[in-house]
């Protein structure tokens, strides 16, 4: 299992070749989704860190931190090698790049952040606000990806 800074890396070289550039915050939500995804999907972590409910949703500590100094910027890629190189993780990474990836940083923390997603019954209905690094739990959202990849009209966001 990776490091979400490794992850992290591998997707700003993924959306790269896409034309896109992320932000920091576009990439913390976008990796929740591609991780989330992956555990219904594969029944497998994307990686090992912990994902907190913070205010504009999920976040990675170490991601926030490697990329803080950007703040709303868009993230500069040079060339880095990631080291992610499982072929479900690459597919989820571009799964979720493809439908996902272009969309505004905030479109994403409103995805996150509607009722009965994992972010809004952590932040929100147990009190996670109090928290800054309350833990969303790996079971939780694979739960609810289940939910998105089986009944997708049933679920309001991710």
């Known amino acids: ?14 959306a790269q070749q896409r034309q896109l550039a992320l932000s920091n915050l576009q990439l913390q939500k976008l990796l929740y989704i591609a991780h989330g995804y992956l555990l219904a999907w594969k029944n497998k ?67 996150t952040h509607q009722p009965n997603t994992p972010w809004y019954c952590v932040y929100e209905e147990e009190d996670g606000k109090r928290d800054l690094f309350a833990r969303i739990p790996n079971d939780m959202i694979k739960d609810h990806y289940r939910k998105v990849i089986s009944c997708p009209d049933n679920v309001s966001g991710l």
């Open 45 to 111: 972590p994307m990686f090992k860190d912990d994902i907190s409910a913070w205010k504009y949703g999920p976040v990675i500590l170490g991601v926030y931190n490697q990329f803080r100094e950007f703040g709303a910027e868009k993230i500069p890629v040079g060339a880095v090698e990631a080291g992610v190189d499982d072929h479900d993780v690459i597919e989820a990474l571009e799964g979720t790049l493809k439908l996902y990836g272009d969309r505004d940083p905030m479109d994403l923390v409103n995805l």
């Open 1 to 14: 299992m990776y490091r979400a800074v490794d992850v992290a890396y591998k997707m700003l070289e993924l």
